[in-house]
């Protein structure tokens, strides 16, 4: 019963560069949510998507960051034209259906931006 | 705006008991929830309260006041691999239920 995957576990890109980062939920869970992490800090929410759809994006960056999840395969966090500010661990969580609040987590994606 | 308090660090003993607090200040209030992270590691979910009141899973019991904006999460009979990071998380609104707002965390050293 795999948990949530998410990789890479770690990029490295250069300034201007793309950084994809995919996730695949737990089997059975159709709620995804990307957050952030600076270190010493708490995570802060991005977006929340279901399947073809993004249910909140109150939390990412108007410019240059997106999010999709796709009918098939995982979702996937762009950030385009990466700059040293977006250096940081983004975690990928899922949940059940009649449980959002309970969400598991993947091993996170540590970005860095040299 | 959106805050959630929390002690930065917190050292106890092996088998003793220790108390996290969380105080929060959100424009809604749907439920409470609690997380463990090591070392960086993936944050695993502990406990969620929607009511006032304790709810106990194991060693870990968590308890929530909505009228004081107050919770904490009591951790039991510690041991050395609950040495982590612990983070309260509030739900602030009912329609997107699923989108935590998290505290800066709390550090719990436990010493032998």
């Known amino acids: 019963n795999a948990g949530v995957m998410q990789n890479p576990r770690h990029l490295v890109r250069r300034r201007g560069q793309e950084a994809r980062l995919r996730c695949s939920p737990m089997?059975?869970?159709?709620?995804v949510y990307w957050y952030r992490q600076l270190p010493e800090e708490g995570l802060k929410f991005m977006v929340y998507?279901?399947?073809?759809?993004?249910?909140?994006e109150s939390g990412m960056p108007k410019e240059r960051f997106s999010a999709e999840f796709p009918k098939e395969g995982p979702s996937i966090l762009r950030i385009q034209q990466v700059v040293r500010g977006d250096s940081a661990a983004y975690f990928c969580?899922?949940?059940?259906?009649?449980?959002?609040?309970?969400?598991?987590f993947g091993p996170g994606t540590r970005l860095t931006v040299t | 705006g959106q805050s959630l308090e929390q002690p930065s660090e917190v050292t106890a003993v092996e088998g003793a008991i220790v108390q996290i607090n969380c105080t929060y200040q959100?424009?809604?209030?749907?439920?409470l929830s609690w997380y463990q992270q090591h070392d960086g590691g993936a944050p695993t979910f502990l406990s969620y309260n929607a009511l006032d009141g304790l709810e106990e899973t194991g060693r870990f019991s968590s308890f929530l006041s909505r009228s004081d904006s107050y919770g904490y999460l009591l951790l039991q009979e510690l041991q050395m691999k609950d040495s982590a990071s612990y983070f309260c998380a509030v739900t602030s609104d009912p329609s997107n239920t699923g989108k935590l707002i998290f505290g800066q965390g709390t550090t719990l050293q436990v010493k032998p």
């Open positions: 969580a899922s949940s059940p259906d009649s449980r959002p609040y309970e969400q598991y």
């Open positions: 998507l279901q399947k073809e759809n993004i249910i909140d």
């Open positions: 089997k059975g869970h159709s709620h």
């Open positions: 959100t424009s809604g209030f749907y439920g």
